[in-house]
């Protein structure tokens, strides 16, 4: 209670004082906006509905490219699992791509693949599919070895070892992949929205700075930050659910 009260109060304060300076010229309200100023743009944007079609393009495009993320890296790292060879071979290429600035793809993305949402994709992609590969083949090297012995001493095999060695007992660090996994995601396609897209709340953001509409963009601000706790909290529901069984 103490720390849910304490969380609430200091946003409270931070939101007052926020309001003060903004409504007594401390700050000028036209550059930082103000509190008051964000919701009253939130409900103007909820009522012609583009604060919602802006929200939902983005959410769209971020639940793709984490769901690709997710399949591509689990099946990357299972492989790279079985053949050893292979992942000796790619393992330095894949450090030397996940290292890579994503910002710096966008504008070749954009050349390849054109400015459509497919390009947004891929950039949220970008960010998360390299790391999150070596995090979920580094999780798999990481199980207790002998219980890979015990299954080969009892005539299983690598098929054997996978589903019921490997793939258990890295279930709570692949969890934790996805949880860092939906925030980088996000991120890339916001970089995506910001070079190439009609719509989107990377785009409104963009569009809100080049015609100097500030309370308009931190009302972008805001709900992307909801948007992001809100996909948090749906991957940390989807971890209690399969830790319980």
């Not at 004082?17 to 010229?25: C, K, M, Q, R, Y």
């Not at 079985?82 to 290429?93: A, D, K, M, N």
């Not at 090297?141 to 080969?152: A, F, M, V, Y």
Request: net charge neutral; with cysteine.
């Amino acid at each position: 209670r103490i720390v849910a009260v304490s969380r609430v109060s200091i946003l409270l304060a931070f939101l007052f004082l926020w309001e003060f300076a903004a409504n007594t010229g401390l700050i000028d309200s036209f550059i930082f906006s103000s509190p008051s100023g964000i919701l009253k743009t939130l409900a103007v944007m909820s009522g012609d509905g583009s604060l919602f079609l802006h929200t939902k393009v983005t959410l769209y495009e971020t639940l793709v490219s984490f769901l690709l993320v997710i399949g591509i890296s689990f099946l990357t790292a299972t492989l790279l699992w079985i053949f050893p060879t292979v992942s000796e071979i790619l393992e330095p290429w894949l450090v030397v791509l996940n290292s890579l600035p994503k910002s710096a793809l966008a504008p070749l993305l954009i050349v390849w693949l054109g400015s459509g949402s497919c390009t947004i994709i891929v950039a949220g992609m970008s960010v998360a599919v390299f790391g999150s590969i070596i995090s979920m083949y580094t999780a798999f090297r990481e199980t207790d070895s002998e219980k890979i012995k015990l299954i080969h001493t009892l005539g299983g095999g690598k098929r054997e070892a996978l589903c019921y060695v490997i793939f258990p007992s890295s279930l709570p660090s692949v969890i934790s992949i996805l949880k860092v996994n939906i925030g980088l995601c996000l991120v890339g396609v916001i970089i995506g929205e910001f070079l190439s897209a009609k719509a989107g709340l990377g785009y409104l953001i963009t569009y809100a700075s080049q015609t100097f509409e500030m309370t308009k963009l931190m009302s972008a601000l805001i709900m992307l930050c909801l948007l992001s706790c809100v996909l948090y909290q749906a991957v940390g529901m989807l971890e209690k659910q399969f830790l319980k069984q």
